[in-house]
Nanobody, 126 residues
Framework: EVQLVESGGGLVQAGGSLRLSCAAS????????IGWFRQTPGKEREGVSC????????????SVKGRFTISSANAENNAENTVFLQMNSLEPEDTAVYYC???????????????WGQGTQVTVSS
């Protein structure tokens, strides 16, 4: 069973930083892509970033380029691996629930990924 568990959200002032973590288990690490979405009430869901574990390619939304960095840490036994989203120079517009998502596909299919975590709230105060 695929499980994605996010952590690291919280309240931060504008200009500050947060690092989100997504603990991923239940699938073969190098045969999938893992990404982050964010959702704000009344707004369309936005794909923020994606890491393709197959070829190492990375996607960032224009709204976060230069401020957010996605990376991964692989466990030796492949039982549980972690994907991070380092968020710097945060702005009030970054306030949202951030969801980790994954699938056996490349990042071009990010909108259709099947596996989701429960989400973690990020609030940026002005």
């Amino acid at each position: 069973e695929v499980q994605l568990v996010e952590s690291g959200g919280g309240l931060v002032q504008a200009g500050g930083s947060l690092r989100l973590s997504c603990a991923a288990s239940g699938f073969t690490w190098h045969e999938n892509s893992i990404g982050w979405f964010r959702q704000t009430p009344g707004k369309e869901r936005e794909g923020v970033s994606c890491l393709n574990m197959i070829d190492g390619s990375i996607y960032y939304a224009d709204s976060v380029k230069g401020r957010f960095t996605i990376s991964s840490a692989n466990a030796e036994n492949n039982a549980e691996n972690t994907v991070f989203l380092q968020m710097n120079s945060l702005e009030p517009e970054d306030t949202a629930v951030y969801y980790c998502t994954a699938d056996y596909s490349d990042c071009g299919d990010l909108q259709a990924f099947r596996f989701w975590g429960q989400g973690t709230q990020v609030t940026v105060s002005s």
